[in-house]
């Protein structure tokens, strides 16, 4: 059973093996600190679950962490200005899978790098995304852990 505040008990399996992780995070204007606790199956913290599995767990479901954490573990070119414009095609492809979580929200990203970059190869030939102007390096903002976990 998971129980939390202001959250209904859930019962939850997550099968045979599942690997847990607890911790302690001190926050400021706190004076104890912020426990948390992490599990997840035996499928998703196996080594075998990567960028290649065609499937990607998120901590968060926001549009700016999903682009930026896709681009990164998949190297795919683009611009932090292209997050909706991605996320709506994750969407479209029902490529994106809410799941459990407590304290945020994760999501299953769906699709392999090869089908990433086919999106923004046609993104950039319909005109829905725009190449930038300018050459040089991309500033991705940067993401705390605060806002990954709103």
Do not use: Y
């Amino acid at each position: 059973m998971v129980e939390g505040p202001g959250v209904q008990p859930i019962r939850i399996c997550l099968e045979r093996n599942p690997q847990c992780f607890k911790g302690s995070i001190q926050l400021r204007g706190r004076k104890k600190p912020l426990r948390h606790f992490i599990a997840l199956s035996e499928e998703f913290a196996s080594s075998n679950v990567s960028a290649s599995s065609g499937r990607t767990l998120l901590a968060s479901s926001g549009n700016g962490f999903i682009w930026a954490s896709v681009a990164n573990i998949h190297g795919l070119p683009g611009i932090p200005d292209w997050a909706d414009w991605f996320v709506g095609k994750v969407c479209t492809h029902h490529a994106l899978s809410p799941t459990l979580g407590i304290g945020c929200s994760p999501v299953i990203i769906k699709g392999e790098k090869e089908l990433f970059l086919d999106w923004l190869s046609w993104g950039v030939e319909s005109g829905a995304i725009i190449l930038p102007a300018e050459t040089g390096p991309i500033q991705w903002p940067t993401l705390s852990l605060q806002d990954a976990f709103r």
